[in-house]
Nanobody, 125 residues
Framework: QVQLEETGGGLVQAGGSLRLSCAAS????????AGWFRQAPGKDEEFVAH????????YYSDSVKGRFTISRDNTKNMVYLQMNSLKPEDTAVYYC??????????????????WGQGTQVTVSS
């Protein structure tokens, strides 16, 4: 099973940008669909984006579409989430996730079986 570790969170003003990184280790990363979820205070975890094994196909939640971009570099076993035009409502703990199985365009938490520890993103108004 792949191990995941997120970095890149922090405090940013509204309208700013952050890039999250997720390092994968322990297994052939090209076998995994990768994704990002987030959990805001007092709310359930929600899907943010996911990307196919090759990196050629990606899906986004409506709340981040057009502002966030997911990408991966399989030569480095890395997944990224570029977040632009950040809003206070993007404040959350962001989690990297991976699965060996195919997922739909809007996957659920249960579709992923490997998770990172999370990184905090705080957007001030």
């Amino acid at each position: 099973q792949v191990q995941l570790e997120e970095t890149g969170g922090g405090l940013v003003q509204a309208g700013g940008s952050l890039r999250l990184s997720c390092a994968a280790s322990g297994h052939s990363f090209t076998s995994y669909v990768a994704g990002w979820f987030r959990q805001a205070p007092g709310k359930d975890e929600e899907f943010v984006a996911h990307i196919s094994r090759s990196g050629g196909v990606s899906y986004y939640s409506d709340s981040v579409k057009g502002r966030f971009t997911i990408s991966r570099d399989n030569t480095k076993n890395m997944v990224y989430l570029q977040m632009n035009s950040l809003k206070p409502e993007d404040t959350a703990v962001y989690y990297c996730a991976a699965t060996l199985f195919d997922t739909g365009s809007k996957p659920k938490l249960a579709d992923f079986h490997s998770w990172g520890q999370g990184t905090q993103v705080t957007v001030s108004s």
